[in-house]
């Protein structure tokens, strides 16, 4: 059973658009987010992170939402450039620390010139 | 280095075969992970090092799979009796602090694509 889920496996845009990554979670403890962005043969690397207690976190042209009612949280970035053609992966951990995170299975974003 | 290293980056083994992975973190950095990313998934966690301790190996998918940190630093991920199914891009992370997020950053490798025949 998926706890994360990221249910568009891809997503193309315009160059200059904005770009919408959406990512739904069914734990109820899950109390931090982050969103990681992996190009081809590399590791994922750190993009932005929201807590429970907020329902927005912004840095420079990417602005995460969180809707915990909804249990849904989006990405966005704005505006979409073509370096941003990338596997963007949600990921969500419970009270930190060691128990790892729980990631979804990626969407794929294609940034059209 | 000054990043995640991870060895080797490609491994191809017969079904029955034994692998090791290994895995250099950032100099200092106290955690470590392992995760496991099978074809079109995210993802999944395997295990968790706080320096040479193994405080979590739930995700570990069977007893073949073995990992170790014994000087808290360097760790390798073994793998006994290989199966096709454990085909994978395995994955190190590391992080400054004790736990990953939010304390700490969690820094990845480039990951060892495993393919098994």
């Known amino acids: 059973d998926q706890q994360v889920k990221q249910n568009s496996p891809s997503l193309s845009v315009q160059e200059g658009r904005i770009s919408i990554l959406n990512c739904d979670y069914t734990n109820s403890m899950f109390d931090y987010f982050l969103w990681y962005k992996k190009y081809p043969a590399e590791g994922p690397t750190f993009l932005i992170s929201?807590?429970?207690?907020?329902d927005k976190n912004e840095d420079g042209r990417f602005t995460v939402f969180l809707n915990k009612s909804a249990k849904h949280l989006s990405l966005h970035i704005v505006p979409s450039q073509p370096g941003d053609s990338a596997v963007y992966f949600c990921a969500a951990t419970a009270g930190g620390g060691a128990d790892g995170l729980t990631f979804g299975k990626g969407t794929h974003l294609i940034i059209q010139p | 280095g000054a990043g995640v290293s991870q060895s080797p980056r490609y491994k191809v083994a017969k079904r029955g075969q034994d692998v090791a992975l290994r895995c250099d973190p950032i100099s200092g950095h106290v955690s470590l992970f392992w995760y496991q990313q099978a074809l079109g998934q995210g993802p999944e966690f395997l295990t968790y090092?706080?320096?040479?301790?193994?405080?979590?190996k739930s995700g570990l998918p069977s007893d073949r799979f073995f990992a170790e940190r014994p000087e808290g630093s360097v760790s390798t991920l073994k793998i006994q009796r290989t199966q096709q199914e454990d085909s994978a891009v395995y994955l190190c992370?590391?992080?400054?602090?004790?736990?990953?997020?939010?304390?700490?950053?969690?820094?990845f490798g480039e990951g060892s694509r495993l393919t098994v025949l």
């Open positions: 090092f706080q320096n040479e301790a193994q405080l979590d």
């Open positions: 929201i807590s429970s207690i907020k």
């Open positions: 992370a590391s992080s400054l602090i004790a736990g990953g997020p939010p304390g700490g950053e969690l820094f």
